[in-house]
């Protein structure tokens, strides 16, 4: 179940992979109505770093979320918020796992009525955390093995 939020567009988006949409619970307590759409939700990035990010592509034939992209202001410096949750289909009373908190870094749409949504984990580490540490970058390092 993916949530897309920004301060600029009309609703906050409700979607889920099943058909006919889905009544879930935040695990707040907040119940929510979430519409059926068909989307995939794929790792963006290699997992030889800590960079965390996901594409994320829709079928938009309604061109819905191109219409909301168009009314964000390209100027501001708000990002928009896409929260995944897992729900186990049995029990929608809370969710699985998550929320994960994602930002939207950039948005594209096709002529084949897909938008895909490029997203990542906020960057809390920004003292470059998660280098390679190899032979060549630091030779001394071969005296260790």
């Not at 059926?36 to 290699?46: D, N």
């Not at 309604?62 to 918020?81: F, Y």
């Amino acid at each position: 179940m993916i949530t897309i939020k920004h301060s600029q567009i009309s609703q906050d988006y409700n979607v889920v992979k099943e058909v006919g949409g889905l009544d879930v619970t935040f695990e707040d307590g907040t119940e929510v109505s979430c519409e059926g759409v068909i989307f995939e939700c794929e790792r963006a990035s290699s997992s030889d770093d800590l960079d965390v990010s996901f594409n994320i592509t829709f079928d938009d034939q309604d061109d819905a979320l191109k219409g909301e992209a168009d009314s964000i202001d390209l100027d501001t410096d708000e990002e928009v918020q896409i929260e995944y949750r897992i729900f186990m289909k049995s029990d929608t009373s809370e969710p699985a796992y998550g929320p994960i908190k994602l930002y939207g870094d950039s948005m594209t749409a096709g002529d084949d009525g897909q938008v895909t949504i490029a997203a990542s984990v906020p960057s809390l580490v920004v003292n470059r955390c998660g280098q390679l540490y190899t032979y060549d970058r630091f030779p001394m390092l071969k005296a260790y093995l």
